[in-house]
C-alpha cells in the first residue's frame, strides 16, 4: 500500500484494468466496494481522460507494481506526482468484518487493539451526497450516475424522485 495512513477523504478515483469486459466489470465492482465501505463518491476509470487533482485519493484494484493497463498506470504516476494518496487492494488476509458487522475488503482500519474497524465507526465516512448529513440515523444506499457511484439517504433519494419525477437515479 503506497499511502499508509487515511484522511477524510470524499471524492476518489478508482483504477485497474479495462482491457477485458471482465476487468471492466471487476473494476466497477470494486469501485461500488469503495464507495459503501469508504463513504466517499467513487469514480471508475474507464480511460485516462480525468484531471486526477479534481481527486482527493486513488484506489488500485490490485497493487500499483502488477498493474499493466496503460491508461491506469497515467492516472498513478499523475496522481503520484501531484502527492495525492494511493491505495493499493487489500490482500485477502487483511480482510474481515467491522464489530459492526459490515465487511471490510478495500482498506480494513484497525482501532489501537489491532481490530478491524469500518470507516463509519472510525469516524471517516462523509455521509450523504446529497445533503451532507451522516448516515447515523439512516441506512445510505449508493446511487449511480454514470460511472460514479454515490452514498445517499433513502429519503434523499425519495425527496429527489417527488421533486424530478422523471429523472433517473439508479440505486445499486
Not at 495512513?5 to 470524499?10: A, I, L, S, V, W
Not at 478508482?14 to 469514480?43: H, I, N, S
Not at 475488503?105 to 463509519?120: K, T, Y
Amino acid at each position: 500500500m503506497l499511502a499508509c495512513h487515511t484522511p477524510f477523504h470524499t471524492n476518489v478515483l478508482v483504477v485497474g484494468p479495462t482491457r477485458t469486459a471482465d476487468d471492466r466489470a471487476f473494476l466497477k465492482g470494486y469501485a461500488v466496494d469503495v464507495a459503501e465501505q469508504t463513504g466517499t463518491v467513487t469514480t471508475f476509470a474507464l480511460h485516462n481522460d480525468y484531471r486526477v487533482t479534481d481527486f482527493d485519493a486513488l484506489y488500485v484494484v490490485g497493487t500499483v507494481t502488477t498493474l499493466r493497463n496503460a491508461n491506469g498506470l497515467v492516472l498513478v504516476a499523475e496522481a503520484l506526482a501531484a502527492g495525492m494518496p494511493v491505495y493499493d487492494s487489500a490482500s485477502p488476509q487483511e480482510a474481515g468484518h467491522c464489530v459492526c458487522g459490515l465487511a471490510q475488503s478495500v482498506q480494513p482500519l484497525r482501532d489501537e487493539r489491532g481490530d478491524i474497524q469500518c470507516f463509519e465507526c472510525s469516524g471517516l465516512t462523509m455521509g450523504c451526497a446529497h445533503c451532507g448529513e451522516w448516515a447515523d440515523a439512516e441506512e445510505l444506499e449508493i446511487v449511480k450516475r454514470g460511472s460514479t457511484f454515490s452514498p445517499v439517504h433513502s429519503t434523499c433519494i425519495a425527496e429527489a424522485r417527488r421533486e424530478h419525477p422523471r429523472s433517473k437515479i439508479v440505486t445499486v
